[in-house]
């Protein structure tokens, strides 16, 4: 059980140092790294000031890696994301200026509030982890991490993200308020200076690219991946959906189940690892009828009730015994 081990120790270092910022938010801090694990990107949708932006940071700092910023506002073009070709008078050619999309953590932050067009840009760097301009591929350097944030509060002046684009993102998240005894120790820490400039880097780039290697590895039983698939379905058949989750979805559901198994220190999933990443998974990923908005419903809650309705395998002792030797 070396690899689940080596990841299990290293994303709890991760998240200690990410939760000397971010207060009282395990759970959320514990998805986040699930997400870069994966190597996928993470949707923060939440109100102003709960330390969206913050998170970002800290995971930068915390990996050691180079982060970049990009406000979206409705004139910002796709250039300023992924880079423009500049014609050098000199050489006498052109030259590639490289944009802030070339970094290890993105925040794309309140991704919503530039164009379809500018939103579209990330598409084939948050899938391809690829930039092309002018005809010319540019490969992004690993780990690429896409923090995306959006207020769900604010609409004027806003682009909802199509289902495409939202489809993208391993999963969507929130933070929301600290408890009141969380965020006088949020007060504490902030007296004197802002704690995210003591976070050091616990682990490298490379270490990541290593973990996520390691997390391809963890065994799912058959039982486990039949479990999943009958939760994606389940989404696709609810009368109160219009809308249910793709088979991108079932990826994604067991990607993140391979990974919380990692975290858990176990090379093998079990249901409960994949209880615990559907909603996130799932909520973004299905779209509700106008009477379920109707009835106030929304997809967390249906993603509760398809939990408590899909009958949860029984892992035979042998299918856990046997993947030390799978992974």
Do not use: W
Request: hydrophobic residues 40%.
């Amino acid at each position: 059980m070396t690899n689940a081990i080596s990841v299990k120790q290293r994303g709890h270092q991760i998240i200690d140092e990410v939760e000397r910022v971010i207060v009282g938010k395990r759970q959320t801090v514990e998805l986040a790294l699930i997400g870069l694990l994966c190597g996928g990107h993470i949707l923060l949708e939440d109100i102003p000031g709960v330390g969206k932006t913050m998170l970002a940071k800290s995971f930068a700092r915390a990996l050691g890696g180079h982060y970049r910023r990009v406000q979206f506002t409705p004139d910002l073009l796709p250039a300023d994301i992924t880079g423009v070709s500049i014609f050098n008078q000199k050489t006498g050619e052109f030259q590639f200026r490289r944009g802030p999309v070339f970094a290890n953590v993105l925040l794309a932050d309140e991704i919503n509030r530039a164009t379809p067009k500018t939103q579209s840009s990330l598409l084939e760097c948050m899938e391809e982890f690829q930039v092309t301009v002018d005809g010319v591929t540019y490969p992004l350097e690993p780990p690429f991490f896409v923090i995306a944030t959006e207020n769900p509060i604010e609409f004027h002046g806003t682009y909802p993200l199509p289902e495409a684009q939202l489809d993208r993102f391993l999963m969507r998240l929130s933070i929301g308020y600290p408890k009141p005894s969380e965020e006088v120790n949020i007060l504490t820490r902030q007296e004197r200076q802002h704690p995210i400039f003591g976070l050091k880097a616990v682990i490298s780039p490379e270490d990541v690219g290593q973990l996520q290697r390691q997390v391809r590895n963890v065994h799912i039983d058959e039982s486990v991946k039949q479990y999943l698939v009958h939760i994606v379905n389940a989404t696709r058949r609810s009368p109160a959906v219009s809308l249910g989750g793709s088979p991108r979805a079932s990826i994604a559901l067991m990607r993140t189940s391979q990974a919380k198994a990692a975290l858990e220190g176990r090379e093998y999933v079990l249901p409960d690892d994949v209880k615990y990443v559907a909603d996130s998974v799932l909520n973004h990923r299905i779209l509700l009828t106008a009477e379920s908005r109707a009835r106030q419903l929304n997809t967390s809650k249906i993603v509760e009730q398809i939990l408590s309705s899909v009958p949860v395998p029984v892992l035979e002792p042998a299918a856990s015994k046997s993947a030390g030797s799978t992974a």
